[in-house]
């Protein structure tokens, strides 16, 4: 009897972990950390998990800036997106054609700053689809999109860098498989993978009545898009966004608890 009820103990723990405890156990990640030289300008390939509330590129954009406000003009972020698109929608190798995608940009006063040339970018941050990756039919041409596209940024003298995206609110079981994905495919291309995913897994068993996706409950809230952007932070520099002043129209306290599950999620991935 004794051990009968053990044995159930043991299946009840085991069942009861959480889907952001569960993939912790999978797969590690080979890349932690992209050194000092961290990328100052990035494009991000992806669809509209990016470019919900005004982009998640923008508000890192906002993030890093406020993290470094002596060095404010350094700091730039570009988005390609396309609705509902998987990463081989993209012509990746289109985008670091010379004068054309980030070329030149605006500064605040509204003036036009010509882009130097000779590197448009520092890195590639890419996303694919949100069910591509694990998907029975798609997550091949994943594996093969994200090879080739690895490639393709490399030879342009930038770096790849794959970003995790998170479970649909319905079905947080999608938070380990993609996990595991991201992580193999980090691993297979000597790529950095930001772990976005996790955080929302963190921050929805922390706080469930905090709402981080839009009604559809795929697409990011406010709430959402400012996890991933600090997230984002935290994996590209190696540095805590808790204290950040950039607040994205949050208030403080539900801020600064998306910068500690933004944190605390980086390090708890890279095993630092």
Same mark, same amino acid.
């Given at each position: 009897?004794?051990?009968?009820?053990?044995?159930?103990?043991?299946?009840?723990?085991?069942?009861?972990?959480?889907?952001?405890?569960?993939?912790?156990?999978?797969?590690?990640?080979?890349?932690?950390?992209?050194?000092?030289?961290?990328?100052?300008?990035?494009?991000?390939?992806?669809?509209?998990?990016?470019?919900?509330?005004?982009?998640?590129?923008?508000?890192?954009?906002?993030? %890093?800036?406020?993290?470094?406000?002596?060095?404010?003009?350094?700091?730039?972020?570009?988005?390609?997106?396309?609705?509902?698109?998987?990463?081989?929608?993209?012509?990746?190798?289109?985008? @670091?054609?010379?004068?054309?995608?980030?070329?030149?940009?605006?500064?605040?006063?509204?003036?036009?700053? @010509?882009?130097?040339?000779?590197?448009?970018?520092?890195?590639?941050?890419?996303?694919?689809?949100?069910?591509?990756?694990?998907?029975?039919?798609?997550? &091949? &041409?994943?594996?093969?999109?994200?090879?080739?596209?690895? %490639?393709?940024?490399?030879?342009?003298?930038?770096?790849?860098?794959?970003?995790?995206?998170?479970?649909?609110?319905?079905?947080?079981?999608?938070?380990?498989?993609?996990?595991?994905?991201?992580?193999?495919?980090?691993?297979?291309?000597?790529?950095?993978?930001?772990?976005?995913?996790?955080?929302?897994?963190?921050?929805?068993?922390?706080?469930?009545?905090?709402?981080?996706?839009?009604?559809?409950?795929?697409?990011?809230?406010?709430?959402?898009?400012?996890?991933?952007?600090?997230?984002?932070?935290?994996?590209?520099?190696?540095?805590?966004?808790?204290?950040?002043?950039?607040?994205?129209?949050?208030?403080?306290?539900?801020?600064?608890?998306?910068? %500690?599950?933004?944190? %605390?999620?980086?390090?708890?991935?890279?095993?630092?």
């Amino acid at each position: 009897m004794h051990r009968i009820f053990r044995s159930l103990f043991v299946l009840l723990a085991l069942t009861s972990v959480s889907p952001a405890a569960r993939a912790q156990t999978q797969t590690k990640p080979a890349v932690t950390s992209l050194g000092p030289d961290y990328p100052k300008s990035a494009i991000f390939i992806g669809n509209s998990f990016f470019y919900y509330n005004n982009g998640m590129p923008d508000h890192l954009g906002q993030l %890093e800036r406020a993290a470094d406000p002596e060095h404010n003009e350094q700091y730039r972020n570009t988005m390609v997106t396309i609705g509902g698109a998987g990463l081989d929608w993209h012509d990746v190798e289109s985008y @670091f054609r010379p004068n054309a995608i980030a070329s030149y940009s605006f500064d605040g006063q509204n003036n036009i700053v @010509f882009n130097k040339l000779d590197k448009l970018f520092d890195a590639a941050v890419m996303m694919d689809c949100s069910q591509c990756p694990i998907h029975p039919t798609l997550k &091949a &041409a994943f594996a093969k999109s994200t090879k080739t596209d690895s %490639e393709i940024v490399r030879a342009r003298g930038a770096r790849p860098i794959f970003f995790m995206s998170w479970a649909y609110a319905d079905k947080p079981e999608m938070t380990a498989q993609l996990a595991e994905a991201y992580t193999v495919a980090g691993n297979a291309n000597n790529a950095l993978v930001i772990p976005a995913g996790l955080a929302f897994a963190r921050a929805g068993q922390k706080r469930p009545e905090l709402t981080l996706y839009a009604p559809d409950k795929r697409h990011p809230s406010l709430a959402g898009t400012y996890l991933a952007a600090c997230t984002t932070l935290a994996a590209l520099t190696g540095r805590s966004p808790v204290g950040n002043t950039y607040l994205a129209g949050l208030d403080q306290p539900t801020a600064k608890f998306l910068q %500690e599950v933004a944190w %605390e999620t980086v390090q708890d991935y890279y095993g630092k």
